[in-house]
């Protein structure tokens, strides 16, 4: 099969797959899927999500979702938050992240527990804030004051003893790239924000694999989870875009893809059914030389093994987990003033 036949077939397959998951979602009564519509469809800014992942996800029953008997929680704001809301709550969720973004990192780091969409939804606002403040009916001192959201702190965003620390003084937020104070107006970019919400999308990726890590290796996961890491940061960052490539097609830079491919193989061969899942004719996939496929080979491997990846979350923990994107042009959230001085660097900056 020749290189445009399959671009063709990936093409109506990817297409297919799209519209197949809309209709399911719409009908399911699942809590996960009900979650994922409820803001509607993504903007049109948002990263498009690569063909490669929509034709493995069409290889995914939709029916092997498995119950879930809480609702889903995550170590970071779901990205289903940042749209569908009015735009002066939009603008705020985005305000709130780039200040928050450390002590974002750090509750990532100190194994804080994770939120539900709702919670993380009071906390990219004011609602939450709200309630850490002092009466009004205190002296008129303690009147609440957005531009200083987190001043009496919160325990359910930062931890009993750094909200302590917040509360007596100490400032939790980051200034922008160019040593500026974050401003409303910076979350107005769409270019902004759509380099935010796909590095996000990433650090969901790192999440919901070390939650997979956890459930099949309970007994041994601390040892599992320092073999495994750095394949899990590799499969996570999916794409250096500071590196200067304009095509993020999945084929299109094959060194690149079969690097990421091997990654991704070397988390899940351990997990359970790898070994009789069906590998569409594709022998010894475990020890498999990723580097000497040819393209239909390469190609079809691919597909299988994101299938299986997908699987596992959908058939143990019930969810879709964070797809696979095209990265976005960097734009870097700086001041207009210092805008056209910080070309890159934005990877770094976005959890820094």
Not at 13 to 33: F, G, M, V, W, Y
Not at 109 to 125: F, Q, S, V, Y
Not at 213 to 231: D, I, P, V, Y
Not at 294 to 321: K, M, Q
Request: proline share 6%; aromatic share 14%; net charge positive.
């Amino acid at each position: 099969m020749n290189h445009s036949n399959v671009s063709f077939t990936a093409g109506r397959r990817a297409k297919k797959a799209k519209a197949d998951t809309a209709t399911h979602l719409s009908q399911s009564n699942h809590p996960e899927l009900k979650r994922l519509t409820s803001a509607g469809a993504a903007p049109a800014w948002f990263p498009e999500t690569q063909e490669v992942w929509m034709t493995a996800v069409g290889h995914v029953s939709h029916l092997k979702l498995a119950s879930l008997t809480s609702p889903r929680r995550f170590s970071l704001p779901p990205i289903q938050l940042f749209w569908g809301s009015n735009e002066e709550n939009q603008r705020m969720f985005y305000c709130h992240f780039l200040l928050l973004r450390g002590a974002l990192q750090e509750r990532r780091t100190r194994d804080l527990p994770p939120l539900t969409a709702n919670e993380w939804k009071t906390i990219l606002g004011n609602t939450y804030w709200k309630t850490q403040w002092p009466k009004r009916d205190d002296p008129p001192t303690a009147t609440f004051d957005p531009n200083v959201f987190w001043k009496h702190g919160g325990p359910l965003f930062f931890g009993d003893i750094r909200s302590a620390d917040v509360a007596a003084g100490h400032d939790p937020t980051r200034l922008l790239p160019c040593r500026c104070g974050v401003q409303m107006s910076t979350a107005d970019d769409p270019d902004v924000r759509q380099v935010i919400l796909y590095y996000l999308n990433s650090f969901h990726v790192y999440e919901e694999v070390k939650a997979m890590e956890r459930l099949q290796f309970k007994a041994t996961f601390e040892k599992q989870w320092r073999h495994k890491e750095n394949w899990v940061i590799h499969i996570a960052e999916m794409w250096d875009s500071v590196g200067g490539a304009t095509d993020f097609e999945f084929f299109h830079n094959k060194k690149v893809w079969r690097i990421w491919l091997f990654s991704l193989r070397e988390v899940v061969m351990d997990w359970d059914g790898f070994d009789s899942w069906d590998w569409d004719g594709i022998s010894d996939v475990e020890t498999l030389n990723i580097n000497s496929l040819l393209g239909p080979v390469f190609r079809r491997l691919t597909v299988r093994l994101l299938a299986f990846y997908i699987d596992s979350f959908v058939s143990r923990l019930g969810f879709y987990l964070s797809p696979l994107l095209h990265p976005p042009v960097l734009a870097v959230p700086s001041c207009q003033e210092h805008r056209r001085k910080f070309g890159h660097g934005f990877a770094m900056f976005v959890m820094s």
